[in-house]
């Protein structure tokens, strides 16, 4: 830690001016008494509002029917919790399944029927991203 020329108090960068102990004007020799003046380093920071594209109601709708189980559509609205709350639930479904198949004389049936349950729900899903004319992505833009 610097110590000032006058009095050798312990200073810290930032009583570079005036030292609090005795008054003494510039109370650091040397190096210690420079301070960095970040504002000339840095080169002036260009934000340039980058134009955020619209998403497609067709592409959000294939990828609900196609990958909803996964949460395909809402990762590409890019509402990720949503989509692993889809594959969580899909993992749920795929061990629920396998205890049906396991455990009740169902056979093929018990892997069917809850995905098929679950897929008329994504059609469902990916009708509603059709229909409905006032839904936003992430950012607040309209869907096209």
Request: glycine letters at 6%.
């Amino acid at each position: 830690m610097p110590r000032c020329k006058y009095c050798s108090a312990s200073l810290t960068r930032l009583d570079k001016d005036i030292c609090p102990f005795c008054g003494g004007k510039e109370p650091l020799d040397g190096d210690a008494s420079l301070t960095l003046d970040v504002t000339k380093v840095l080169d002036k920071v260009n934000v340039v509002d980058a134009p955020i594209k619209k998403k497609s109601r067709i592409i959000i709708a294939i990828l609900a029917i196609i990958f909803g189980f996964c949460g395909g559509h809402a990762f590409y609205l890019r509402k990720i919790k949503l989509g692993i709350i889809y594959s969580l639930i899909t993992i749920f479904l795929l061990g629920l399944s396998l205890i049906l198949y396991f455990f009740t004389p169902l056979t093929i049936w018990a892997f069917l029927i809850p995905y098929l349950v679950y897929e008329i729900y994504f059609i469902i899903v990916a009708i509603y991203y059709l229909v409905k004319k006032d839904l936003v992505d992430i950012h607040g833009v309209p869907l096209k």
